[in-house]
């Protein structure tokens, strides 16, 4: 317990963000290069204080295909920013979905001590460390295939019951909770998911369109957004290069409405509606930045 007063109150020097956006518009590569600081227009560096300190776990397939030519070639860096750490578990993720048995756990745990590893680093070694989810539709689309096993014709149904869905919340909120200990940063990256473009619904409900939602199915893919501190969503302008470069302009919308995300976030008050530099935004926030990678002349200013 850590005794405060509404003067001195602060949650966390660390973030814990959701950071969803549509399929297909380099959510990882975005995430990964602004947490480096390696985007041409970030100006003050990266999140992290050295590239080793920031851990990615992959669960989709080529998660972070081109992501060394994109931070060499398009952003110009040399190969020293590439050296961050990668926790691939797309093996895992594999071999639950080729399992013959249903309550498999073998993700789950492989998953939990990679996140005990990452915080012992970050608590031994010092420095900001960032951690981030490649993504959390891939990490959920595996441990409910775990939970469910395989397809079966004898077996009808989805192969969920209500006690598997109580522990496929069970594991996401376990996940969560030990992702977003308070020794380093932690985003998780989310796929945007609009729903049947077709409706029953009538009048009003059935104008208004699919409505969005969380690629992750549950009850903790419902409540994930109330149980971060930062919600962003993605945005690409596609063909609108930045200056001399061939890297589309990508920005954290701070004003993302959607189905899935509540209004009145405090944090927006700090931040502009569009902010392309994430280790800004986290200054702005009062947040721990590393500054990787930042000219030593320059200031970090708030505008």
């Given at each position: ?13 660390y973030?814990?963000?959701?950071a969803?956006?549509?399929?297909k518009?380099?959510?990882t ?11 041409p ?7 992290v204080?050295?590239p ?14 081109g992501?060394?030519?994109f ?10 920013y ?21 309550w498999?756990y ?28 490649s ?17 079966s014709e004898?077996?009808?149904g ?20 030990y992702?977003?200990?308070d ?8 796929h ?6 077709f ?26 957004s109330?149980n ?21 302009m ?6 993302p ?13 700090a ?7 994430l280790?800004?935004a ?22």
């Amino acid at each position: 317990m850590d005794e405060q007063t509404g003067n001195n109150y602060t949650s966390a020097e660390y973030a814990k963000v959701l950071a969803a956006a549509d399929a297909k518009i380099g959510k990882t590569t975005f995430l990964v290069a602004s947490l480096l600081g390696a985007l041409p227009w970030q100006r003050f560096g990266g999140v992290v204080d050295r590239p080793r300190h920031l851990h990615v776990l992959t669960f989709d397939a080529n998660a972070l295909g081109g992501i060394k030519r994109f931070i060499t070639n398009s952003c110009g860096k040399d190969t020293s920013y590439c050296d961050f750490r990668v926790y691939n578990h797309q093996d895992e993720w594999k071999r639950v979905s080729h399992s013959k048995e249903d309550w498999n756990y073998d993700l789950y745990n492989a998953v939990v001590n990679t996140l005990s590893t990452v915080s012992a680093r970050a608590v031994k070694e010092g420095g900001v460390h960032a951690l981030l989810f490649s993504s959390l539709t891939g990490l959920s689309e595996g441990m409910l295939r775990a939970l469910a096993g395989p397809p079966s014709e004898e077996r009808k149904g989805a192969g969920m019951d209500p006690a598997k869905w109580s522990e496929f919340a069970r594991q996401l909120i376990d996940v969560r909770n030990y992702g977003q200990v308070d020794t380093h940063h932690c985003i998780w990256e989310a796929h945007i998911d609009r729903g049947s473009q077709f409706s029953m619904k009538k009048n009003d409900e059935a104008d208004a369109g699919p409505r969005e939602s969380l690629h992750v199915p549950g009850s903790a893919g419902r409540s994930w957004s109330f149980n971060v501190e930062q919600v962003f969503r993605i945005r690409r302008d596609f063909g609108d290069t930045f200056e001399k470069t061939n890297v589309d302009m990508t920005y954290l919308d701070t004003r993302p409405s959607a189905d899935f995300i509540s209004g009145g976030r405090g944090f927006t008050e700090a931040l502009k509606a569009r902010e392309p530099d994430l280790t800004l935004a986290f200054h702005k926030l009062g947040l721990k930045i590393g500054r990787f990678g930042a000219a030593k002349a320059k200031k970090v200013v708030s505008k």
